[in-house]
């Protein structure tokens, strides 16, 4: 565990996210999910692509996981997907409030088009998330995944 969750940052209360995962590990898994954030919580809803329903999750930024329903994935699994969404959509300055001690955030552009965040532990590279054009990929290098995700709303 390299990352404490934030409360939900002004900037993304209030909003819509309808965004592809594919999740690559020992198998590849692609989901359709929607993420609703308000003041203090996200719910996330995911499914099938032929619309079956994989995960229903609601999280609050001071009472934690309040609820969830899943065939496929268990708590902790429902609590990582919600970490992803985290790194990957929370304001820099909340990421750093949420690394424990001797984890480091780093970004960079690489070019106009691509931005790199770079979770580190003692110069080891431990998350690698790539923002390029619509499409975001993360690289879980400590727990061997990798994370698509892309958006199919603006």
Do not use: C
């Not at 609820?67 to 820099?92: N, Y």
């Amino acid at each position: 565990m390299f990352y404490q969750l934030q409360a939900l940052p002004a900037s993304l209360q209030n909003k819509v996210f309808l965004e592809t995962l594919t999740f690559q590990q020992d198998e590849q898994r692609s989901l359709l999910t929607q993420i609703e954030t308000g003041e203090q919580t996200l719910n996330l809803g995911a499914m099938t692509f032929s619309g079956l329903p994989i995960i229903q999750a609601k999280w609050h930024s001071s009472e934690g996981l309040l609820g969830f329903s899943s065939m496929t994935f268990d708590k902790s699994m429902v609590m990582r997907i919600i970490r992803d969404i985290q790194l990957v959509k929370w304001p820099e300055d909340n990421i750093r409030a949420g690394l424990l001690p001797n984890f480091e955030l780093f970004t960079s552009k690489s070019s106009m088009t691509e931005q790199v965040r770079e979770i580190r532990h003692s110069e080891q590279i431990i998350v690698k998330i790539t923002y390029v054009e619509n499409k975001i990929i993360l690289i879980n290098a400590i727990e061997h995944y990798q994370l698509t995700i892309e958006q199919v709303n603006e």
